[in-house]
């Protein structure tokens, strides 16, 4: 069954759609019966995904936590080298049951695994480095992930309250801020759906976010709409710009997260 059956997603290319299920296959022959869904997230769940620029997100659920031996042979029969990925590279990461449905706003992964033609290689077989994504994706996969096996997200994946959540978004985007070499238009755009789903409570791929965001007051538009064409044509940006708007993004998270909207 098609990702565009299964989950109403987008669709993207054919060659995404026979890796997906190629790494369906290979998990089922790993994991057998522990092995509780697949999911695509990221933007070929949210409709953004770009042929040679986007990464391919997969989150994995299985029935138990894994064992160090697993853990390898799972690395070893996905990365690139065994199973090439046709996007610019895989980010497939591996939680048990009890944590997608604890609602937990830590990492809580048993595996993360980034592999791929564009991407550096790693394999972190227990939770490490920056704690904000995984979270983030776990929310996006809840809402819009493609079951790629396994039952729909929104009932294995439970939700994270709205200010822990809240509070994994604003370090997001304080990372960019931090780190002056990496903000670039991948700082903007983050920027712009973080403080979208702060706004409306709504997860959107890059593109809508930056539709989005260029109505708003607070936001440079001009270097919103720079920013995303710089992902089709890729070119710096104005660094002093982009740290003006995460200044004030990150503003506006603040005060969402201090006084979280109201049902």
């Keep these: 069954m098609s990702a565009r059956q299964r989950g109403g997603a987008h669709p993207v290319a054919s060659e995404v759609a026979e ?12 994991l057998g019966p522990d092995l509780v869904g697949v999911y695509a997230g990221g933007s070929a769940a949210l409709g953004g995904y770009v042929d040679g620029r986007s990464d391919l ?15 390898a042979e799972i690395a070893d029969s996905l990365r690139h080298e065994s199973l090439p990925c046709p996007a610019r590279g895989l980010e497939l990461v591996v939680y048990s049951e009890s944590t997608v449905r604890s609602g937990t706003a830590d990492p809580g992964y048993e595996l993360n695994l980034n592999t791929g033609r564009a991407m550096p290689f790693l394999v972190s077989p227990a939770p490490e480095g920056e704690p904000h994504w995984y979270a983030i ?9 493609v079951a790629l096996a396994g039952p729909p997200a929104s009932e294995l994946f ?20 931090e780190h002056p070499e990496s ?42 709409k720079e920013a995303f064409g710089a992902r089709s044509e890729p070119h710096a940006l104005d660094r002093e710009r982009v740290e003006r708007l995460l200044d004030a993004v990150l503003g506006l998270l603040r005060a969402a997260r201090d006084e979280p909207l109201r049902s």
């Design 57 to 71: 997100d997969v989150a994995v659920v299985c029935r138990r936590p894994l064992t160090a031996e697993e853990k």
């Design 137 to 145: 994706d776990r929310a996006i996969v809840r809402e819009h992930g």
């Design 158 to 177: 439970a939700p994270t309250p709205r200010g822990a959540l809240l509070e994994r978004v604003v370090e997001s985007v304080s990372w960019y801020a």
């Design 19 to 30: 890796y997906h299920r190629q790494l369906v296959e290979r998990l089922r022959v790993l």
């Design 183 to 224: 903000a670039g238009d991948d700082a903007v755009v983050t920027a712009c759906r973080a403080l979208r789903f702060a706004s409306e409570g709504v997860w959107s791929s890059k593109p809508a976010a930056g539709e989005w965001a260029k109505t708003q007051p607070d936001l440079d538009d001009e270097l919103v």
